[in-house]
């Protein structure tokens, strides 16, 4: 039965100005020139694994089953960390084991945590040990080249998991940004600023309908913005005025509408977001 050409993502921080992903491509289709290569995105910022964890867990979902996801960014080449192979329900993830899985393998307990896609119990993942499946020649400094695109492209041939290596448990694990949650505030924080400078929080749809249904009236502080409504729409609001929205991942984010909330606000990733109620006087 002949196996249908399989999807290969890639996510690097190589940026497309140096021939690097190019190369990759190029040792991919080498192997199988029947290789659907995608770019997810090759601007995640020089060794940011934190940025590289939450973009793929954001992205992935959105690509068909069995979806071979590779990331290579790594600061930690050539040294004694691990290369793994990660398989769940639904897609493979080949890449080093620094943490960019994070937010794949966190497991929720209860509202206080994004909404994830838990796969520390439903997922095989291996280290890539056999040389079968790598180039010839592997360098200390390009395992994007000869370790993870060979492996990937091997995985889209239909090689089981089992060739590439032996079982690897306890992931390496970033920490992460929780919220916390009282009777009078739900604190979050940003988790990403994205190219048009909206500050995306760490807060999901789900947690912030249930505590502000409980709480009206409430107001979102974040630096030295004040916001009192949620946003269906940008337009909703005037030209250069912040404000808050869910956005398209299911995340509360703060943005200013045709402008930058990043620049406008002057705040950065891991800086806090507040929601608090509203005192109500009483004659």
Not at 62 to 82: A, E, L, Q
Not at 161 to 182: C, D, K, W
């Amino acid at each position: 039965m002949e196996i249908p050409p399989r999807i290969i993502t890639l996510t690097t921080d190589f940026g497309t100005s140096d021939a690097y992903v190019g190369v990759m491509k190029g040792v991919i289709l080498g192997i199988n020139p029947s290789a659907q290569v995608v770019d997810l995105t090759h601007a995640i910022p020089p060794q940011d694994v934190h940025e590289a964890a939450f973009l793929i867990h954001s992205a992935h979902r959105y690509f068909p089953k069995g979806t071979i996801h590779t990331i290579v960014v790594d600061p930690g080449v050539g040294s004694n960390r691990r290369a793994i192979v990660c398989q769940t329900d639904s897609a493979f993830f080949v890449c080093p084991d620094n943490g960019v899985l994070s937010y794949l393998v966190e497991e929720t307990s209860g509202p206080n945590f994004l909404p994830v896609c838990a796969i520390s119990k439903r997922a095989n993942a291996v280290t890539i040990e056999n040389p079968a499946y790598l180039l010839p020649h592997v360098s200390n400094t390009f395992h994007g080249r000869d370790i993870f695109a060979p492996v990937a492209a091997h995985l889209s041939l239909g090689v089981p998991l089992a060739r590439i290596g032996t079982p690897v448990h306890n992931l390496v694990q970033l920490p992460m940004p929780e919220i916390h949650i009282s009777d009078d505030t739900l604190t979050g924080q940003i988790v990403k600023v994205d190219s048009f400078g909206n500050l995306i929080t760490n807060i999901s749809r789900r947690d912030f309908v249930a505590w502000t249904e409980t709480a009206p009236p409430y107001t979102i502080q974040i630096g030295n913005a004040r916001i009192n409504r949620l946003n269906r729409a940008y337009a909703e609001s005037d030209i250069g005025e912040p404000l808050a929205i869910i956005g398209s991942f299911g995340l509360l984010e703060i943005a200013v509408n045709r402008g930058s909330a990043e620049e406008r606000l002057g705040l950065k990733r891991g800086d806090a977001v507040i929601i608090r109620k509203k005192r109500l006087l009483h004659p």
